[in-house]
């Protein structure tokens, strides 16, 4: 089992941003979930709501920005002992992952299907030389379907927040995914065993507590996404 930084470290530092993602380079830890969304002028930025308002206080839809016009909205404005922090590009957060060992590519949910074919048209642009590395991760169907279509050389992982049961495991086999994200309170027993049996990989998210993470460890999972990186790789008795 690895330990994955949730939005790079988000219970330890500013999510989804270069400070966070260095942050977690500098502990060792080199596997990170992040979010990617699309901005109207074609550029991919890492950010998890798609408006700046929880993270910076301003509240101003992401969608309505250029590349160019993010500089004054402070990632980073509610950690008072860390400098300002922009929303970064997807072009800068993997100048900083260069080289990790696994990255876990979050697509946010898109409004339409031409929506999803340039997104993940430019995502893949953007993630080459990372092919031995990055999983695209969504819970919109139209991104796993876009990626399909275009013939992606990506491995891709199903989301799954709604208790669907062994269904997700179907669903995930059918298209043509190697791994499942279970929200953390559906990865049951007998769901983890299920997926293993399938031949899925199993990240985890969100781990927080100790005791569940031993848990499972226990049971086999490739992947624990979590808030707190370095408290679970202080306790936690990893390779």
């Known amino acids: 089992m690895i330990i994955i930084g949730h939005r790079g470290a988000r219970g330890e530092a500013p999510?989804?941003?270069?400070?966070?993602?260095?942050?977690?380079?500098?502990?060792?830890?080199?596997?990170?979930?992040?979010?990617?969304?699309q901005l109207k002028d074609g550029e991919l930025v890492i950010m998890h709501d798609d408006n700046f308002l929880r993270t910076t206080a301003i509240d101003k839809n992401l969608y309505e920005c250029a590349s160019t016009e993010l500089a004054p909205y402070n990632q980073a404005h509610i950690w008072m002992d860390w400098d300002q922090q922009m929303t970064p590009t997807l072009r800068q957060g993997l100048n900083i992952m260069h080289d990790f060992n696994h990255l876990e590519v979050e697509v946010k949910a898109v409004e339409s299907m031409a929506e999803a074919e340039k997104l993940a048209a430019e995502l893949q642009k953007q993630l080459q030389g990372f092919q031995h590395t990055a999983v695209i991760t969504s819970f919109d169907l139209k991104i796993h379907h876009a990626l399909q279509q275009q013939k992606s050389?990506?491995?891709?992982?199903?989301?799954?927040?709604?208790?669907?049961?062994f269904k997700a495991i179907d669903q995930a086999l059918e298209l043509g995914c190697c791994q499942i994200g279970w929200m953390n309170q559906l990865a049951t027993l007998d769901i983890i065993q299920a997926t293993q049996r399938a031949k899925l990989d199993i990240s985890v998210w969100t781990?927080?507590?100790?005791q569940r993470a031993i848990t499972l460890q226990d049971l086999g999972i490739n992947g624990l996404i979590t808030d707190f990186p370095k408290l679970m790789m202080q306790h936690l008795n990893l390779p």
Do not use: C, M, P, S
Not at 23 to 36: K, N, P, Q, S
Not at 156 to 162: N, P, S
Not at 207 to 210: C, G, K
């Open 15 to 37: 999510e989804n941003t270069l400070g966070g993602f260095q942050y977690i380079h500098d502990l060792g830890i080199r596997a990170v979930e992040f979010d990617v969304r």
């Open 153 to 165: 050389e990506f491995k891709r992982g199903l989301l799954i927040e709604e208790d669907v049961k």
């Open 207 to 210: 781990v927080n507590d100790l």
